[in-house]
């Protein structure tokens, strides 16, 4: 435990950070799978993280003094976001309901999964990488950050595309897709 009564080292951190560098791990190396696998490893980190995530912001939460450094630069998040929508291909865009946008338009909102889960990945991504270099002052501002940023940014995100991964992997493969 720190001074602040939260031990940067619990179960539930720790389970955390292994799912989440478990998705940063597929997100960065997409192109090494097919559509199909990728899609399907997704359907299964992305509840995961989602779960890991509403348990780490039960944690005591802790002061913020400094903002964590900021790791994925934008070439790291295009790639990411490139890669995944290259792999996608035309099961890369949906449309969704559940965003602010909506509350002004009666038309869906068309977003992209790539994007979505390269959003995902920037948030997770900086976390993870101070958490592996160990430094306590770091790491628990990192794990401040995350947690702030779970209830309307990364975590809001993913059933948003899970919904969209599921249509890929179960809709459309009736009609026709394979890969």
Known sequence: MNEEGVNLFSQDVI???TVATEFCVRAENVGQTTRKEFVGVMLKILPL????GIVLTETVPVEEE????QLVTEDDYNF???????QMGSFDDYLDVFVEDMKYSDCPIRKTISEDLADIYQDLRNFVGIFKEGHEESVR???QEVKEQFPNYWGQRIPCVMRALHDVMY???EDGYDN
């Open 15 to 17: 389970e955390f950070v």
């Open 49 to 52: 993280l989602y779960l890991k």
């Open 66 to 69: 400094d903002s964590p450094e």
């Open 80 to 86: 990411v976001r490139d890669s995944i929508a290259a």
């Open 141 to 143: 501002c990192a794990l």
């Open 171 to 173: 809709v459309q493969q």
